[in-house]
């Protein structure tokens, strides 16, 4: 239950001055639905205005306060065409000041014409004219517009004003209480930092490191701490000590024998399966590296100690791909292994239920369904959860509920993730990494091209195609919008300029299809049905497509390199020979370049994981705002790197040898941070991964 301290924080935003219904949907669409988070709403930048007598004074992008006298308005018949003020200065020089939308409704009342107003924005130039688009203020004094010379910008939507922002903030904070310090004094001392309520107010007021590290290592804390409380409480639950004597396994006619790193990570697994608690544990590899071999085993050593074991899978296409793989591996062993979905009905459906009721079934395979309540088990030992990133907690904690009692859990990820994002995202599992690649796996080839070779780039796909092989054609988009040129397009686009040079050779695949579609789409291209499979991202998790050798991806820079390699993964499955092709845009920054001079060197999934943390900072490692599988709204990759493993050991000091939450004067402040930052769900349940 939440601490009485923080009920000011978690009021709605309909309680703060001028917030009614309508203003509320705006502030819902940025998540801001209670006080806690419009404060921590931090501020993307900082802009540093000059007050300046005319126009002359000032530089085209220059942050600017200048006097001017509204001279005219001009407005155009197109809704969607800018309302333009015209406007003068002191010597003469005209300038407009330019609204899109509503905006412009706005404008007609604050800038009659004939007033004198000073207009604070950035000055730009647009057709031999100075212009404002958007001014931030406008205003009738000039000490209402230079009040803040330094002001914050803050992330909008549509109906929302950075004044706006700021007065709810300047409510918020006023709302804030004074809270007991969770952190180690020395740790707060050491790095110089302010106490919680004084670092919000700073991080809203200016560029101020101290305070933002923190509020990021508040967050990180509070991750770290309910990481541990739920290693702590898992160690403490009673388990099923599931010890194989190795019979079915013996069986087993791999096609390869196990990598070094296949036989650790099956030695690690069955080390936790036979402890009295239930393991949690990360299996990491890359697309390849073997991790359905390293499944199988575990699954079989549930089966051997007389348990039963489930895989889930994200997708149903993945599932039937993960069931026919696996049914071909244990057909020497007599174990029999079922596929259950949401689609199967009647007798077939009844009959699987019944044979995981009674136990003739010791493993399956399948989507959610498999955690359904009808769905019982005779005895549940081991739960695989592939690509676990794809399922919420809540539904991964419905499967891991099946058991008698709480059954092992391993859940794998094919995302390369550096070492200190693992101790950030997974912290309460131990982790074992496949870090070799089985042998036959060839390289893939991989080549930069700038986007300019567009018609060269289609003709070499033309005639891959025309060999009998397959290809991927990635986009990083799905709709094009404002800003998209038609040299860089968009998912939709690009497979509309592709079919009309391949006809009904070309299939799209995206995330705004229905599941039904996507699936049907994807099933399509892997039975050969479709020579060349337009995708976004989507694939990451997709099948295997032994033919499909090639894959082309645009707008390569916008990926990270986890992300680039694991697309890349998808190519070639087996083949002599792959190729990925990386696009890049004609103007390509030094770490651009670096960053894709690395996927054409390496083929370790870690290494790049790694190398691309260290070149991009505090950009995006996995694609789109990804820091964490948690979601950490203030830590930047950069802060992640460097605070969590400092946050870490303060939350283990207080979990081991201050009596965690109930020891003492920090222990009941850290319950409070739980709360605030939304990480409750170490002190309530058990995290699944």
């Known amino acids: 239950m939440r601490p009485d301290a923080l009920n000011p924080m978690f009021a709605e935003t309909g309680s703060l001055d001028g917030v009614g219904p309508k203003l509320k949907k705006p502030l819902a669409r940025l998540g801001l639905e209670r006080v806690r988070d419009v404060l921590y709403h931090l501020p993307e930048r900082f802009v540093t205005r000059r007050a300046i007598p005319d126009l002359d ?145 700073a991080a809203h007021r200016g560029e101020d490191a101290k305070a933002r590290d923190r509020l990021a290592y508040d967050e990180l804390f509070a ?13 403490q639950r009673r388990g099923q000590s599931l010890q194989g004597d190795g019979r079915l396994r013996e069986r087993l006619q791999l096609p390869f024998p196990l990598t070094g790193a296949q036989a650790r990570s099956i030695d690690e697994i069955a080390g936790d399966m036979a402890q009295g608690h239930p393991m949690l544990r990360l299996l990491q590899g890359d697309v390849g590296a073997g991790k359905t071999v390293v499944a199988l085993e575990a699954m079989l050593v549930a089966v051997e100690a007389g348990a039963q074991a489930a895989l889930l899978a994200p997708t149903e296409l993945l599932a039937r791909q993960h069931y026919e793989t696996l049914r071909r591996m244990l057909a020497p062993t007599g174990v029999e292994i079922a596929l259950f979905t949401g689609r199967d009905k009647g007798r ?67 995302t390369p993730i550096p070492r200190t994002l693992t101790l950030a995202q997974y912290g309460e599992m131990e982790v074992s990494r496949l870090d070799e690649m089985p042998p036959g796996r060839q390289p ?22 025309a060999t009998g092989q397959q290809a991927y054609w990635v986009c990083p988009m799905v709709r094009d919008s404002e800003g998209v040129t038609d040299d860089i397009a968009a998912a939709e686009a690009r497979y509309a300029a592709l079919q009309q040079r391949f006809g009904e050779d070309v299939m799209l695949v995206h995330g705004q299809l229905t599941p039904e579609l996507k699936d049907a789409n994807m099933a399509r291209f892997a039975g050969g049905g479709a020579k060349l499979l337009v995708a976004t991202t989507v694939i990451e998790v997709g099948v295997d497509v032994p033919s499909a050798t090639l894959m082309v991806i645009e707008q390569a820079e916008r990926f990270g390199l986890a992300q680039l390699h694991q697309l890349r993964g998808r190519v070639g499955r087996g083949a002599e020979k792959s190729t990925c092709l990386l696009l890049r845009s004609a103007e390509l920054s030094e770490t651009g370049k670096a960053r894709l001079a690395l996927m054409r060197e390496s083929q370790d999934g870690f290494r790049l994981a790694e190398e691309d943390l260290k070149l991009r900072g505090g950009g995006e490692l996995l694609g789109t705002r990804q820091s964490g599988e948690e979601g950490f709204n203030i830590a930047t990759l950069e802060q992640v790197s460097r605070l969590i493993q400092m946050a870490s050991d303060d939350a283990k000091l207080l979990v081991e040898a201050e009596g965690g939450l109930y020891g003492g004067a920090r222990g009941e402040a850290a319950r409070l941070v739980l709360y605030l930052l939304e990480r409750d769900w170490g002190v309530q349940t058990l995290r699944s991964g």
Request: proline content about 6%; aromatic content about 6%; some cysteine.
């Open 223 to 235: 991750n770290a701490l309910a990481l541990m409380l739920v290693r702590q409480q898992n160690r």
């Open 348 to 414: 077939a459906r009844e009959s699987i239920l019944m044979g995981l009721l009674d136990g003739s079934i010791p493993i399956v395979v399948g989507t959610h369904a498999i955690f359904q309540d009808k769905v019982a088990y005779r005895n549940l030992g081991l739960v695989v959860i592939d690509e676990q990133h794809r399922f919420g907690v809540g539904q991964r904690l419905m499967l891991t509920q099946k058991g008698r009692v709480t059954p092992h859990t391993l859940a794998m990820t094919a």
């Open 57 to 201: 004074a000032g530089s085209v992008g220059e942050q600017v306060v200048v006097p001017l006298t509204v001279v005219e308005h001009r407005a155009s018949r197109s809704p969607r065409s800018p309302y333009r003020v015209l406007a003068q200065d002191a010597a003469g020089n005209v300038c407009a000041l330019t609204y899109f939308g509503r905006a412009s409704f706005g404008a007609r009342k604050t800038l009659p014409v004939g007033a004198r107003r000073w207009v604070a924005g950035r000055l730009d130039q647009y057709d031999q004219m100075l212009q404002v688009v958007h001014p931030d203020h406008v205003a009738e004094t000039s000490d209402a517009a230079m009040g803040q010379l330094t002001e914050p910008v803050y992330r909008l939507s549509e109906g929302l004003t950075q004044p706006l922002i700021g007065k709810l903030v300047d409510q918020s904070l006023a709302r804030a209480p004074e809270l007991p310090e969770w952190i180690t004094p020395s740790v707060k001392a050491r790095e110089g930092w302010p106490d919680w309520r004084e670092a919000l107010a």
């Open 444 to 465: 893939i080839d991989t080549r930069v091209l700038p986007v300019d070779r567009m018609d060269d780039i289609v003709g070499a796909v033309e005639r891959h195609l």
